[in-house]
């Protein structure tokens, strides 16, 4: 694993990848759904923490988000086993599909 030099935040993420910042945090706050690494608590203030990614953990919530919209089926199966917070997941799928 190469060195880490950067990691962006949730709401940076977001924007990035046009996604809802609080269907972002349902997915990465269970941190066995991106592999090791690419979830970082960034310690900001005293006792706060920000979650942030590395390059590697976008680029795999990236190809995980295209993957699960390959279908509305395989998209809703996505949304209920990832998310379990039911007004992002209501909001979400009131989305168009991308």
């Known amino acids: 694993m190469a060195t880490v030099t950067y990691v962006f935040t949730i709401n940076h993420v977001a924007k990035k990848l046009g996604e809802d910042p609080e269907l972002l945090q349902a997915i990465v706050s269970n941190d066995d ?29 990236r190809q995980m988000l295209a993957d699960a919209r390959r279908s509305p089926e395989a998209w809703n199966d996505f949304l209920d086993c990832f998310v379990d917070d039911e007004e992002v997941i209501a909001r979400v799928k009131t989305k168009s599909p991308r």
């Open 33 to 61: 759904n991106l592999s090791y690494g690419s979830i970082i608590s960034v310690v900001h203030g005293n006792d706060e923490t920000i979650t942030a990614l590395t390059d590697d953990g976008i680029d795999e919530l």
